[in-house]
């Protein structure tokens, strides 16, 4: 059973592009949620999808966006991208929305320059 | 913002039991005190959650004080694979976001 996939692993883009980072849940997980990690801190919370709908959103500004498909995958897409969006991106999966467990990706390591 | 303290860093010897402290004075009624850590290059991986009991599982036991303020991870026999950044986390019942903060990193020694 393969636990939650990321792609790309690596990413390395120019200031001012686009982004599009893909996961794919945990077998029979429904429910995706996407973390950015900068350097040295906790991951912080970006937003949710759940049966194709955005229901909760962190603190990031509308240059984030997302998509969930219906085979439960998802993108996470980045605009007009600045320095500071350089951080490990982390995809979570989980049984339903509020789920006490969330299964990790390893991330997609993004640098911006 | 994060809704815990925890400190920064912390050491273990191999075999022992790795206690890891954590403080949440502002913590409400319906909310889950939950442990998560990270493995360096990893995602983090869930370890155990409580409300208000004791709880214990395969991986560590959760102690959470009677007024709830603050709890203790405990890692019975600690390993070189512990070795990790270890993140109390406070979260609503129904939540379902985590709100992480920097964690205690746990380097455990031969």
Redesign the interface.
Same mark, same amino acid.
């Given at each position: 059973d393969a636990g939650?996939t990321q792609s790309p692993t690596h990413l390395i883009k120019t200031r001012g592009q686009q982004v599009t980072l893909r996961c794919s849940p945990k077998s029979g997980h429904d429910?995706v949620?996407w973390?950015q990690q900068a350097l @040295?801190? @906790?991951?912080?919370?970006i937003f949710?999808y759940y049966e194709e709908e955005e229901?909760?959103r @962190?603190n990031f500004p509308d240059r984030f966006s997302g998509h969930q498909f219906p085979n439960y995958s998802s993108e996470l897409n980045v605009n007009a991208l600045l320095l500071g969006d350089s951080a490990l991106y982390?995809c979570?999966s989980s049984i339903t929305?509020?789920s006490?467990?969330?299964?990790?990706?390893? @991330?997609t390591r993004l640098t911006v320059t | 913002d994060?809704k815990t303290t925890q400190p920064t860093s912390m050491d273990c010897a191999e075999g022992r039991a790795a206690n890891l402290p954590c403080n949440h004075s502002t913590i409400s009624g319906n909310e889950?005190v939950?442990w998560y850590r990270q493995i360096h290059?990893?995602?983090?991986?869930?370890i155990i959650?409580g409300l208000k009991n004791n709880e214990t599982n395969e991986m560590a036991s959760l102690i959470i004080t009677e007024d709830r303020k603050s709890s203790t991870l405990i890692l019975p026999h600690a390993t070189l694979r512990d070795t990790a950044?270890y993140?109390c986390i406070v979260k609503e019942?129904?939540?379902?976001?985590?709100?992480?903060?920097?964690?205690t990193k746990l380097t455990v020694n031969p």
């Open positions: 939650v429910t949620s973390y @040295g801190q @906790g991951p912080q919370f949710q229901r909760q @962190g982390l979570a929305p509020d006490y467990e969330q299964y990790f990706g390893p @991330g | 994060a889950y939950y290059s990893q995602g983090p991986q869930y959650h950044v993140y019942g129904g939540s379902e976001k985590l709100v992480f903060g920097k964690g």
